[in-house]
């Protein structure tokens, strides 16, 4: 049974700072997702990671994989406000057809 | 890209009620779905893999027949929740792959459930 281990599951960080969310897994895992999440909000994707050494950016967060360490990072790149949110990563399981998620990152950036 | 389009996005029912909430995807065609359940500052839970034209898979400890799941048609699937009790109050989530591009999953906007 896959299971996914973030930290740290809380973060507190002010503008302009960088900072690296770790998402460890326990098996072989097909895929590993990243997600948003907005307080009251429903889920948004922001990376799709397939392969080993897989690297994906979007503004200011950059996702990796490492399949052989079974470790998928986050990172944040000179902070927003904006970028306050909780984020989850999510591993799917050989053939299982299904995601198992994290516990969750709740970021706040402070001015 | 893959939209998924989920109603109600709130509701409150009394105790002893049944609740229908429905999941759409409105631009491709879903043979799977998947419900979960969020309870407030926690992670996703699955709750069950909604089939279409079969039946649906649930995880351990999920009561099949209190989350009734039907899955009719390639972009429909809708989970009641049956005799629902306070406890069964919560943020319900579904989500589906458009396998076709190639994407990742795209969630519902969720419903919230109060159970009063």
């Known amino acids: 049974e896959l299971k996914v281990e973030q930290n740290p599951l809380f973060l507190s960080m002010q503008e302009g700072k960088n900072y690296t969310i770790y998402c460890n897994y326990s098996?072989?895992?097909?895929?590993l997702y990243w997600y948003r999440q907005d307080p009251g909000k429903s889920l948004e994707s922001l990376f799709v990671?397939?392969?080993?050494?897989a690297v994906k950016q979007e503004g200011r967060l950059m996702a990796s994989l490492d399949t052989k360490a079974r470790l998928s990072t986050l990172h944040i790149t000179a902070a927003v406000h904006d970028l306050s949110a909780t984020y989850f990563c999510?591993?799917?399981?050989?053939?299982?057809?299904?995601?198992?998620f994290g516990d969750g990152t709740t970021l706040t950036v402070k001015p | 890209g893959a939209v998924v389009s989920q109603h109600p996005s709130w509701v409150i029912c009394k105790s002893g009620t049944s609740v229908k909430i429905e999941c759409r995807s409105l631009?491709?065609?879903?043979?799977?779905m998947f419900w979960y359940r969020q309870f407030p500052k926690q992670s996703l839970m699955l709750m069950a893999t909604?089939?279409?034209?079969?039946?649906?898979?649930?995880e351990q400890g999920v009561e099949k027949d209190k989350f009734l799941i039907n899955h009719a048609s390639l972009t429909l699937s809708t989970l009641t929740v049956t005799s629902a009790h306070p406890e069964d109050s919560s943020f319900y989530i579904c989500?589906?792959?458009?396998?076709?591009?190639?994407?990742?999953?795209?969630f519902g906007s969720g419903t919230r459930l109060t159970v009063v």
């Open positions: 999510a591993g799917e399981e050989t053939n299982a057809g299904k995601s198992t």
């Open positions: 990671l397939l392969s080993n050494g």
């Open positions: 989500s589906a792959r458009d396998t076709d591009r190639g994407l990742g999953y795209t």
């Open positions: 098996t072989t895992s097909d895929r």
């Open positions: 631009d491709f065609q879903a043979t799977t």
């Open positions: 909604s089939n279409e034209g079969s039946k649906a898979t649930y």
